[in-house]
């Protein structure tokens, strides 16, 4: 199979695989096949494999709001009223529901986050980093080098130390005619 992007090898892995998310930050999903080309790095997911990332990011961003201390939780009444809707309003808000406040179920309440209400008042999401902030774990660095001749009268030459380099004329003004002789 070839890349999409750069028309490299692809090769299938299984391995730990990086993702980023608003509140955990960066972290590592271990056991996920991905689709990798060899390369640009481009890495691809097949659905199952999407399902799997997510399920586990959604299980670990579950237990970093357990971990949230109790006197942070507030109930629904209470958010409402920071929010100053009613609990119906509440309760049936979509981002809510999608998790921008985030939320905790304890015995057979749910409990929300009162520093994740306040924030989504504010901006309209409440999610905030959960983890310490770290230093990335994977440094990726793609560097893409694209050679634009600016003129047709392009000089190749060897350098002192023996490799092919150019010398290029770049033209200080826009020609809107691509087709058009650049002559000054």
């Known amino acids: 199979m070839k890349c999409a992007l750069c028309h490299g090898k ?37 659905f199952e494999q999407s399902s799997k990332l997510f399920d ?40 809510i529901k999608r998790g921008f406040i985030y939320s905790t179920q304890i015995g057979d309440r749910r409990y929300y986050s009162k520093k994740s209400t306040h924030r989504f008042k504010g901006t309209g999401d ?8 770290t230093e990335p774990i994977e440094p990726e660095i793609r560097y893409v080098v694209i050679s634009i001749p600016y003129r047709s009268e392009e000089r190749q030459h060897w350098d002192q130390g023996g490799r092919e380099s150019s010398d290029l004329w770049m033209s200080p003004t826009f020609n809107s005619n691509p087709g058009a002789d650049y002559a000054n």
């Open 126 to 133: 409440g999610r905030f980093l959960l983890t310490p902030k």
């Open 56 to 95: 586990y990011v959604k299980k670990i961003e579950a237990g970093k709001i357990k971990e949230l201390p109790a006197g942070d939780l507030i109930t629904a009444n209470e958010a409402a009223a920071v929010l100053n809707v009613t609990k119906q309003a509440f309760s049936k808000n979509p981002k």
């Open 10 to 46: 692809i090769t299938r892995e299984t391995g730990q695989y990086k993702f980023e998310t608003e509140p955990l930050g960066e972290i590592l999903v271990p056991d996920i096949t991905f689709d990798e080309c060899k390369n640009c790095g481009e890495r691809t997911l097949s």
